[in-house]
Nanobody
Framework: QVRLAESGGGSVQAGGSLRLSCVAS?????????MGWFRQAPGKEREGVAS????????YYADSVKGRFTISQDNAKNTMYLQMNSLKPEDTGMYYC????????????????????WGQGTQVAVSS
């Protein structure tokens, strides 16, 4: 059973950077595994931010974060990262890492319903 634990959230000013980490315990390194980051702003639905398909190393991003966020994986440390640069107030929210076993197509779609395992989240606040 895979368990996920996020860290690295905090408060920054617009234009700043944060790096989120997600440590995975249990067996999750499969060719057909997808790891992802989601966020939920106050009063809004949870949305996909970025995902990483372990088998191919392919990465996928929401349009709102392309060019600013980078998702990466360190298998030796069982850790996934989300480097967030040029942060904007609209990036504020609770950030969750998530995992599922499935296709690269599904991974690219960043559909919340595909992800079966979730962490508890880490809060990010960006002030203007």
């Amino acid at each position: 059973q895979v368990r996920l634990a996020e860290s690295g959230g905090g408060s920054v000013q617009a234009g700043g950077s944060l790096r989120l980490s997600c440590v995975a315990s249990g067996s999750y390194i499969y060719t057909w595994a997808c790891m992802g980051w989601f966020r939920q702003a106050p009063g809004k639905e949870r949305e996909g931010v970025a995902s990483f398909y372990i088998g191919s190393g392919s990465t996928y991003y929401a349009d709102s974060v392309k060019g600013r966020f980078t998702i990466s994986q360190d298998n030796a440390k069982n850790t996934m990262y989300l480097q967030m640069n040029s942060l904007k107030p609209e990036d504020t929210g609770m950030y969750y890492c998530a995992f599922f076993l499935g296709s690269a197509t599904s991974c690219a779609s960043l559909r919340e319903g595909d992800f079966r395992t979730w962490g508890q989240g880490t809060q990010v606040a960006v002030s203007s």
